[in-house]
């Protein structure tokens, strides 16, 4: 069965697309377009260069999300370091191992840009602060005077995880501007509707959305400005989870259990990233004993005139 995909952003909780990912291939399901934000453009960035769940299992079972943490100069400084880090680069830390780490990834599969890659086989949302606008690349990258084909994956990876303060945002430059760019998740985290088309689609759009059926998370202890910026984060990052999603979007949805981890728990241990496997694993499981492509178009894609009465 051919398919679109789009998965949510999520943080460290990414893994839990790997266990959905494994059954539904399974079950023969093949990715046609891919699409993410934040952490899930991760996953979709190597899925779309060739990667399978299972050649991404252990990369993300090895995976010390810490790594990603990283602070120089200043930054590095007790205390003060992360508050200099968050007054003057508008982040405490630096987002360049994400891209590093995307990037070595791709190479290994012949991937750099956009352009190695089939037209439309990727898009990757992130948020441009300066303007207030979604930022979908390559599409959109235009506006922006860039040359979408020789775009590295990698950097809009990077734009698309920089969750705000937590991580220094991206900037892209025009003459007399400079943009801002962020964690796609602040203007969409969910956009299943990406490869919409009108009419009657040729294969389906599952949509991966991450989701706390617990209700409820670790308490937050608030010691200063740094935990404060935290914590306000993970609050607003993981309020997606408690989004409505309307009944068309749904049924072609995976919904997730994230078992209250929060999207910024970077310390993750590996008991803790294998529950994250097996619960999209079950998640899958539930959604392919009642999901059915033809009843989806049936219900919700029937553009037939209607016989009036």
């Known amino acids: 069965m051919k398919a679109d995909a789009v998965f949510e952003g999520g943080g460290v909780k990414g893994i839990a697309f790997l266990g959905a990912l494994q059954v539904m291939e399974e079950h023969g ?63 405490v830390y630096r987002a360049d191992r994400i891209e590093l780490f995307v990037e070595d990834l791709l190479r290994r599969k012949g991937i750099r840009t956009f352009g190695d890659l089939p037209i439309g086989k ?25 040359d979408p084909e020789d775009f590295p994956i990698a950097r809009a990876v990077r734009m698309s995880s920089s969750i705000p303060f937590f991580f220094q945002p991206a900037l892209l430059k025009k ?15 969910y956009p299943v509707w990406l490869f919409d088309v009108d009419g009657t689609p040729r294969w389906p759009t599952i949509g991966f959305r991450l ?24 609050t607003m990052l993981d309020a997606h989870d408690r989004l409505h999603v309307e009944k068309a979007k749904a049924v072609r949805t995976i919904f997730i259990n994230t078992l209250g981890v929060r999207t910024t728990q970077f310390q993750l241990p590996p008991e803790m990233k294998q529950q994250l496997f097996s619960s999209g694993e079950s998640a899958a499981r539930v959604f392919l004993e009642h999901w059915d492509f033809d009843d989806y178009v049936k219900v919700f894609r029937n553009t037939s005139p209607k016989i009036p009465v």
């Open 29 to 91: 399901y093949t990715w046609e377009k891919l699409a993410g934000t934040s952490a899930g453009s991760i996953v979709a960035a190597l899925l779309s260069a060739g990667y399978t769940s299972q050649e991404l299992k252990p990369i993300y079972e090895e995976l010390d999300y810490l790594y990603f943490l990283q602070r120089s100069g200043m930054g590095r400084l007790p205390v003060v370091g992360p508050i200099y880090e968050l007054v003057v680069r508008e982040g």
């Open 211 to 234: 989701q706390d059926d617990q209700g409820k998370r670790n308490e937050d202890r608030i010691k200063g400005l740094f935990s404060f910026a935290s914590s306000l984060l993970s």
């Open 175 to 189: 003459p007399g501007q400079t943009h801002y760019i962020v964690d796609g998740a602040l203007l969409s985290n």
């Open 122 to 146: 990727l898009r990757i949302v992130a948020s441009d602060i300066s303007v207030g606008k979604m930022l979908v690349m390559p599409d959109d990258l235009v506006r922006y005077d860039l």
